[in-house]
């Protein structure tokens, strides 16, 4: 069974960190190109972070650029999500997904729609004093 499980959200201060786990299984990550996106209510879709296997470039979203970091081991088939100088307007459901490597890794956050390729079930983070 194809399946992704994230963790690692939850409620934080502004101006705080924390890092999100995706864990893959029925798959391996290293064959993907592997992204994080968010979804906040009332909001559209964002694509944010996104990382190719083939070639471990990353592309980052403008409004996350600098705060959040987009890393990926694949000896543990997981990917992560390190987020730094959180800011109330962070506050959402994030997801992780992956496409096949015929995507970039600017392609696949730019272009991916929701249910497009293998998504999890989502983890919610919320920032808040």
């Known amino acids: 069974q194809l399946q992704f499980v994230e963790s690692g959200g939850g409620l934080v201060q502004p101006g705080g960190s924390l890092r999100l786990s995706c864990v893959a299984s029925?798959?391996?990550?290293?064959?993907?190109?592997v992204g994080w996106f968010r979804q906040a209510p009332g909001k559209e879709h964002e694509g944010l972070s996104c990382?190719?296997?083939?070639?471990?470039?990353?592309y980052s979203a403008d409004s996350v650029k600098g705060r959040f970091t987009i890393s990926k081991d694949n000896a543990k088939n997981t990917a992560y999500l390190q987020m730094n100088s959180l800011k109330p307007e962070d506050t959402a459901v994030y997801y992780c997904?992956?496409?096949?490597?015929?995507?970039?890794?600017?392609?696949?956050?730019?272009?991916?729609?929701w249910g497009q390729g293998f998504w999890g079930q989502g983890t919610q983070v919320t920032v808040s004093s």
């Open positions: 029925g798959f391996r990550l290293d064959y993907y190109v």
């Open positions: 997904a992956a496409r096949p490597l015929s995507f970039t890794a600017q392609t696949m956050c730019v272009s991916t729609s």
């Open positions: 990382i190719s296997s083939l070639d471990d470039h990353t």
